[in-house]
């Protein structure tokens, strides 16, 4: 299936590794034109590489998406690059995990400003470039926390939602401006970041890594985690021209661990 995607300009943050480096190659597969950024100058340049290798043409940059003076900078030099965004996927590492009483001030306004104010202000600098173009996609990361609180990510769960909440009102906002605004949810994929979690609910637990994980492949309707290039496809899918007539959704790559109905 072609999937309308070639020649198209699309801003991945946070994609040295991960869901956020999966997510870039797959773009990079479908002939997306990128712009990738790290904080880490030789992480996203390994990105960088990977992806052209596949054939695409990439701009790789340094950029900490909580300062809003880098998020500025890493939109100017796309746009300047490749003359628009047609494209944005909103995306942060995770904050720390831990309960309520783990978290001072300077936790949560840390964690806001990754997860939440990082989204907002993505799009915020991406809009003038989209409505442009006469239209764009906007793909929002967050996680399955929105639907079912996990427990021992307190932060995540609050600010995450906060990113669903997002997305579903600008959904209604900008479909003026022929913007598609829609929300990915992954599961329990195979990441760094999961691996860590599960290490940080066996220390909490006080159990062994492999225990923590087979209990949470146990709750899982397909017995395993996603593998990261799964997720990507999806959001690879709703950022494309085969997607055209969804917006204001959230779509669940999780194996059918999440219960609930909506």
Same mark, same amino acid.
């Not at 699309?10 to 790290?38: I, N, Y």
């Not at 960088?48 to 990439?58: P, S, T």
């Not at 309960?99 to 915020?124: N, P």
């Given at each position: 299936?072609?999937?309308?995607?070639?020649?198209?300009?699309?801003?991945?943050?946070?994609?040295?590794?991960?869901?956020?480096?999966?997510?870039?190659?797959?773009?990079?597969?479908?002939?997306?034109?990128?712009?990738?950024?790290?904080?880490?100058?030789?992480?996203?340049?390994?990105?960088?590489?990977?992806?052209?290798?596949?054939?695409?043409?990439?701009?790789?940059?340094?950029?900490?998406?909580?300062?809003?003076?880098?998020?500025?900078?890493?939109?100017?030099?796309?746009?300047?690059?490749?003359?628009?965004?047609?494209?944005?996927?909103?995306?942060?590492?995770?904050?720390?995990?831990?309960?309520?009483?783990?978290?001072?001030?300077?936790?949560?306004?840390?964690?806001?400003?990754?997860?939440?104010?990082?989204?907002?202000?993505?799009?915020?600098?991406?809009?003038?470039?989209?409505?442009?173009?006469?239209?764009?996609?906007?793909?929002?990361?967050?996680?399955?926390?929105?639907?079912?609180?996990?427990?021992?990510?307190?932060?995540?769960?609050?600010?995450?939602?906060?990113?669903?909440?997002?997305?579903?009102?600008?959904?209604?906002?900008?479909?003026?401006?022929?913007?598609?605004?829609?929300?990915?949810?992954?599961?329990?994929?195979?990441?760094?970041?999961?691996?860590?979690?599960?290490?940080?609910?066996?220390?909490?637990?006080?159990?062994?890594?492999?225990? $923590?994980?087979?209990?949470? $492949?146990?709750?899982?309707?397909?017995?395993?985690?996603?593998?990261?290039?799964?997720?990507?496809?999806? $959001?690879?899918?709703?950022?494309?021209?085969?997607?055209?007539?969804?917006?204001?959704?959230?779509?669940?790559?999780?194996?059918?661990?999440?219960?609930?109905?909506?």
């Amino acid at each position: 299936m072609d999937l309308g995607l070639q020649g198209k300009v699309a801003l991945v943050p946070a994609a040295s590794q991960g869901l956020g480096k999966a997510v870039a190659l797959a773009f990079a597969r479908e002939g997306t034109r990128l712009a990738v950024c790290s904080r880490r100058l030789d992480a996203i340049q390994a990105t960088a590489e990977d992806a052209r290798r596949l054939g695409a043409e990439v701009l790789a940059l340094v950029a900490d998406v909580t300062q809003s003076d880098d998020i500025a900078r890493l939109v100017r030099q796309t746009t300047e690059r490749f003359g628009g965004i047609d494209i944005l996927v909103t995306n942060a590492g995770g904050p720390p995990a831990g309960r309520f009483d783990d978290f001072d001030d300077a936790a949560w306004q840390a964690a806001y400003e990754l997860t939440l104010l990082s989204a907002i202000r993505l799009i915020r600098a991406v809009l003038p470039s989209m409505r442009q173009r006469g239209g764009g996609v906007i793909v929002a990361m967050t996680s399955s926390s929105i639907k079912q609180p996990i427990p021992n990510l307190i932060l995540s769960n609050v600010f995450r939602a906060g990113v669903a909440a997002l997305a579903k009102t600008l959904a209604d906002e900008l479909a003026a401006d022929k913007i598609r605004v829609n929300t990915v949810v992954p599961g329990r994929i195979a990441t760094e970041r999961v691996a860590q979690l599960d290490q940080a609910n066996a220390v909490r637990l006080g159990l062994d890594v492999e225990t $923590v994980r087979q209990n949470m $492949v146990g709750q899982i309707p397909l017995r395993r985690y996603g593998e990261p290039e799964e997720f990507a496809n999806a $959001v690879v899918f709703l950022a494309s021209e085969r997607a055209s007539y969804i917006t204001g959704a959230t779509l669940q790559v999780d194996g059918g661990m999440i219960r609930s109905l909506w």
